[in-house]
Structure formats: C-alpha cells, structure tokens
C-alpha cells in the first residue's frame, strides 16, 4: 500500500464498531409490517450510513408507505431508544481500538447517526468509548450534508486539537459504501469492513476491504506492527 503516514483515525459507528445494523432491521420490520411490507438488504443497504432522515426517505419512497419519513423517524423513535442499548461492539474491535491507543494515534467517530441515538447506542460502553477524543454526528450544525457528502469526516478531522494536517494522513474504517464515498470525497485512506451480504462491487472504491475488524494489518499502512 503506496499510503503516506497515517496521523490520525476517523471511525463510523453503526456496523462497525456495533453490532446495530440487526436492530435496526428488528425495529424497522416490526414498523413496516403492519402495512404488509418486507424491509429487506436492497432497501437497507441504501439507507446505510445516511443522516436519519435522509435514510427514512428512502425508505418511505422505497417500500411506498402512507407516511412521511418525518412520520416514520416518530414511529420509531420510542421503539430504537429500548432497543440501541442492546448493541454489543463487533469483532476485533477492541483489538484495533487499543492497538492504536497504545501507539498514541489520535482516534474520533464520525457517524451518520442522531446524537441522541449515538447516546443511547453506547450506553453500556460508554468508559470504552471514552478512548476516543470527539465525535461528530449526523445531526451536528456544521454537518451540512450527510455522507456521501464528505462534511462529516472534514468536521471529525478539523476537531482533532491539534487539527489533523492532512486530510492524506487520515485512515478511515467503515462497512457502508456512502461511508467510504464520504471519506474519499475528504481525500482520506479508507479501509471498509461491509457486511457479508454486501455486493463485492460496492466495495470497490474502498483502498483496502476486510472481513472484520480482526484482520486488520497495522503493517500494510506503515504502522508498527502489533505487539
């Protein structure tokens, strides 16, 4: 990998350093159920990574149901505050986690989710979560447009103190294909671990795919080996 030194890591949250993405389908069927529709992986993989409201569009247009996406976040505002609490973080994610820690890389999150929903979803992590220096969420005033837009890793990385340099010495890790848009439209290295569901082609503008999280290579980046 021809990469320049990496300085800093931006993390998305959703799929990737959680397990949410099976409850957001457990919630998102129970709402949609009702009006004899099936939420299914070609409608969500869609949605992934986009702000709240941007993702429940998609799906009011997508599965044609008689509400609006403002309707809908309503609906399942209630239902997704019981169930984020239940998220476990994913495999190898401590292991990266504290690899770059030990190394004293800067780490912050960049998530398309609400605030009040990144909140609720790290709430039995949160000292674990305490390792990373800030995170910018979808809702956050400077975040003008969600990804594919780059606002919200142009954001996450100017609030590194100090700033991050360059963007070119920032390493990305995400599971969604408008994540990974996101960061390369910020000029950052991206290393995608998408779900195993995913079309192999909707990878294919990620630097570097990984199955989890466990098989990342801190060497294939000119990083120190694990210890």
């Known amino acids: 990998m021809d990469s320049k030194r990496i300085t800093h890591v931006l993390f998305d949250v959703d799929g990737l350093l959680l397990d949410t993405e099976a409850l957001y389908t457990e ?6 159920a009702p009006y004899g529709k099936t939420f299914d992986w070609d409608v969500k993989v869609k949605m992934m990574g986009r702000p709240p409201i941007q993702s429940s569009q998609i799906l ?3 599965l044609e149901l008689p509400i609006t996406a403002e309707e809908y976040l309503q ?3 209630e ?3 019981a169930a984020f609490p239940r998220a476990n973080l994913m495999p190898g994610v401590e292991k990266v986690v504290r690899y770059f820690e030990t190394n004293a890389i800067p780490m912050a999150l960049a998530t398309g989710s609400s605030a009040i929903n990144y909140e609720q979803k790290i709430s039995r992590h949160r000292e674990f979560f305490k390792i990373f220096t800030h995170v910018v969420a979808g809702d956050d005033p400077e975040v003008k447009a969600g990804k594919p837009a ?4 142009l954001q996450a990385a100017q609030r590194f103190s100090p700033p991050s340099p360059n963007p070119g010495n920032v390493l990305v890790f995400e599971d969604a294909p408008n994540g990974i848009e996101a960061a ?3 000029g950052m290295w991206t290393v995608m671990v998408p779900d195993q ?3 192999p082609q909707l990878c294919k ?3 570097s795919v990984i199955k989890s999280l466990e098989d990342f290579n801190p060497t294939e980046w000119n990083l120190p080996p694990y210890k």
């Not at 780059?150 to 890793?153: E, F, I, L, M």
């Open 60 to 62: 009011v247009d997508e």
């Open 205 to 207: 503008n990620a630097h």
């Open 197 to 199: 569901r995913m079309d």
């Open 184 to 186: 390369r439209a910020a």
């Open 79 to 81: 239902r997704f505050a």
């Open 150 to 153: 780059p606002d919200v890793y």
């Open 75 to 77: 609906i399942a505002a």
């Open 27 to 32: 919630v998102t069927q129970e709402i949609v």
